[in-house]
């Protein structure tokens, strides 16, 4: 989706995958930054190592405590902090690389998009306490969702991240564990495991715990296999679904934007994405 996007703007760039062992990422930031590269993505496990290996945060990152964006940056003659795509002739020899988190509102973004959901005042079980879910549970937290039950297959992560909402974002009524009569009709349902992810894979939801008729609309974040195990069960009962894609593409989205100081196209890039996972 990258590549097509830089295509569009007309951009001579190139978007590349490098499998980076996490031991070597420290040093790998370190090389991206000596070539002078625009900036970088960054997936499981470095979005929380290279939180203390960045040389400036935005508040994305300081908020969400996660960076799976860097942008490398450079000073101009007055000394302000410029990514280097501003510098057309020659770039100076100090740079420094900020780290973003794009994730987060890609998360909303896509939730409000593809299925329609309003986050204020809503009823959310969100399954998963690792990486993906911490961010989405403060980000849903941060939206001003009424109640958030969290739900993990070590009880500790989630009471930690719950312990985390009550401290920040008090007027959120959070709950460890499935909901319970009266409080069983949901807004949402969101899966943040990698539980579907793997042919065969069963649905993480309990369901002697959670009737899926009970929740208006189901979101996994995992976008291959299109339909898992729970968005199959979930159509079937009746409720509005959608996979990761859209949270992929709008991630992706502001990333190129923070990079290029150009709107990323879109259109163009969630075509590319089908095209490239989905085969159509």
């Known amino acids: 989706m990258q590549n097509a996007a830089l295509a569009r703007l007309g951009l001579d760039w190139r978007y590349l995958a490098f499998e980076v062992h996490p031991d070597d990422l420290r040093e790998v930031i370190q090389g991206a930054k000596r070539m002078k590269f625009i900036g970088l993505n960054l997936t499981v496990p470095h979005k929380l190592l290279a939180i203390p290996m960045m040389d400036a945060l935005d508040e994305t990152a300081k908020t969400w405590g996660a960076v799976n964006t860097v942008r490398f940056e450079a000073q101009n003659t007055e000394g302000n902090w410029q990514p280097l795509r501003h510098f057309k002739e020659s770039v100076p020899r100090e740079i420094r690389a900020q780290g973003f988190n794009t994730d987060a509102d890609a998360i909303t973004r896509s939730l409000r998009e593809d299925l329609g959901v309003k986050l204020e005042g809503a009823k959310v079980l969100l399954l998963g306490a690792g990486g993906a879910g911490r961010v989405a549970a403060l980000k849903l937290a941060s939206e001003g969702v009424a109640e958030l039950f969290l739900v993990n297959r070590t009880m500790d992560k989630a009471e ?112 590319a994405l089908v095209k490239h996972i989905y085969g159509h």
């Open 160 to 271: 930690a991240i719950a312990a985390e909402i009550r401290a920040r974002f008090p007027k959120v009524k959070t709950t460890v564990g499935y909901p319970k009569p009266p409080a069983m009709a949901l807004d949402l349902l969101l899966n943040a495991t990698s539980l579907g992810l793997k042919p065969g894979d069963g649905s993480p939801l309990d369901t002697g715990k959670f009737d899926l008729k009970n929740a208006r609309a189901v979101y996994d974040m995992i976008y291959n296999p299109a339909e898992t195990a729970l968005l199959k069960t979930a159509r079937e009962a009746g409720c509005r679904t959608a996979n990761g894609l859209g949270m992929l593409l709008y991630q992706g989205a502001r990333a190129l934007e923070l990079w290029t100081g150009e709107t990323a196209p879109v259109d163009v890039m969630r075509e």
